[in-house]
């Protein structure tokens, strides 16, 4: 029986660290590493590198405040001016009162004299003079609207141009390039109905003029002939008045049919008056109201 070598027995290296981990709460107080984020990938925008101030910028700073403080108003400057607004205020204020009493008493006037008016109509109601003054008032105040007007009879219903027509005819009258059709500010027929056969007479055509001196100066050189003649037709111009002033003027026909015989000049006033002129004075005729 062949022995053999007897088997030795080593030592191995151990599997593990022979050094035992650290327990729980040896790893609790340990301090970890702070994790630091990759320089290549930013997530955010990097922040400037210093934000302090130099000595010279905070002196400027400071010299800004001062003066912007300094511009500020005092109470001193508030008062005064809340003063220099007060007294403006009351300047204003002063011409307004003064122009409310002058209304004032110009409406205490009028309220005056319509009570006069009112007492004058009750002690005499029946009294024909009083109530023909009344009406010859409100003709004058209606005719005196009408003092920019002036009417135009025999133009046919088909011209339907108005302004370019009269524009044209008054041009003829005194002299071409006088009149435009903006001096005209309106035109239109005379309010009745439309005549309904082609032998009637066609509508009067009211025109205002917006100066009363071109108005003036063409009813002026009208005067001079009693039919003007244009584009065939015979045409008469006169001033715009009420009917009821016509009527009261036909009252006073033979005078001026007297007056015409006699070569007398006369002329028409506001209200209806007819004035005569006799040795370079003007004598006032007027009409009783029907």
């Not at 994790?35 to 590198?49: E, G, Y």
Request: proline share 8%; charged share 25%; aromatic share 6%.
């Amino acid at each position: 029986m062949v022995r053999g070598k007897t088997r030795q027995t080593t030592v191995k290296t151990p599997k593990t660290n022979p050094r035992s981990a650290p327990d729980q709460l040896e790893a609790f107080f340990t301090p970890r590493a702070h994790h630091t984020p990759r320089a290549d990938t930013p997530k955010m925008a990097a922040s400037p590198a210093g934000s302090g101030f130099s000595l010279p910028e905070l002196g400027a700073a400071t010299a800004r405040i001062e003066r912007t403080l300094a511009d500020i108003p005092t109470k001193a400057d508030i008062r005064e001016i809340v003063s220099e607004v007060r007294e403006a205020l009351q300047c204003e204020i002063s011409g307004l009162r003064t122009e409310v009493g002058h209304v004032e008493a110009r409406v205490r006037g009028l309220e005056q004299a319509a009570e006069q008016a009112a007492a004058i109509m009750q002690n005499s109601p029946g009294d024909p003079a009083v109530s023909s003054a009344i009406w010859r008032r409100l003709d004058d105040l209606d005719n005196r609207s009408r003092r920019h007007n002036l009417r135009i009879r025999g133009v046919p219903e088909q011209e339907t141009a108005l302004h370019r027509y009269l524009s044209g005819l008054f041009n003829a009258i005194v002299g071409p390039r006088t009149v435009s059709p903006g001096d005209l500010a309106r035109v239109h027929r005379a309010l009745r109905p439309q005549p309904d056969s082609p032998n009637a007479p066609p509508r009067d055509i009211v025109c205002y003029f917006t100066d009363f001196a071109l108005k003036d100066h063409i009813y002026v050189k009208a005067r001079s002939k009693s039919f003007w003649t244009f584009g065939g037709i015979d045409l008469q111009i006169f001033n715009d008045i009420l009917p009821s002033t016509m009527q009261a003027r036909r009252m006073l026909r033979p005078v001026t049919q007297a007056l015409r015989t006699a070569e007398i000049t006369y002329k028409w006033g506001f209200p209806l008056s007819l004035s005569v002129r006799q040795e370079d004075t003007w004598v006032t005729l007027r009409s009783p109201r029907e």
